[in-house]
């Protein structure tokens, strides 16, 4: 997620113009990157609702990363996680959202939340473990994958996923503000949680 530095033009070698638009491009692309991080840490101190930062965190990271599908699935007693959020989920099924579940331990967000750690699957197609995906990847649209914990100090509170219609689609400056984002996002659920104990508290 690092600012490339602005290279000075007069360098005594002139710069072609796909040398200067990569230096633009990049340097646009970092500036996009940490306003959708701050737009996000500004929505985790004033939202009401921890759905609606979950929502603002999809809506904003998954065009930057270039993913086609992203999902939050959030711990439901020890062994499910339900959804969360959503991004451009097809509309045919957006009816059946509610009803999603993720076992804990299953499929590529459920080890990550299980494992505790990221899950990164380059080509659904090409993983013979997924072999049972490949059709939901096929009517869903998606090829490549990464599933990030959610997680803090007190333990796992579910996972964020992205999808990608490529194979091989996650770069490193993507996976960098993925980890930025997935704490964000667990942050968020741990003040959600800390906020349901305190009312029940009170």
Known sequence: MSIPPLVPMATGVERTDRERSSVIDGVDAGLRELMAVREI?????????????????????????????????????????????????????????????????????????????????PDVFADAALEDWREVATELGFRSLVALPLQTTSGVHGTVTFYFAAAGAVTAEARGLLRVVADQMAATAEKARLIDELRETN
């Open 41 to 121: 840490a500004r929505a985790f101190l004033t939202a009401d609702h921890p759905g609606d930062v979950y929502r603002l965190a999809l809506e904003r990271v998954s065009p930057l990363v270039g993913a086609a599908l992203a999902c939050v699935y959030l711990m439901d007693g020890d062994e499910v996680m339900k959804l969360g959020a959503a991004y451009n989920w097809p509309e045919r099924y957006s009816g059946f959202l509610g009803e999603m579940r993720v076992r804990v331990g299953f499929g590529p967000s459920g080890a990550a939340a299980s494992r505790r750690q990221v899950i990164e699957v």
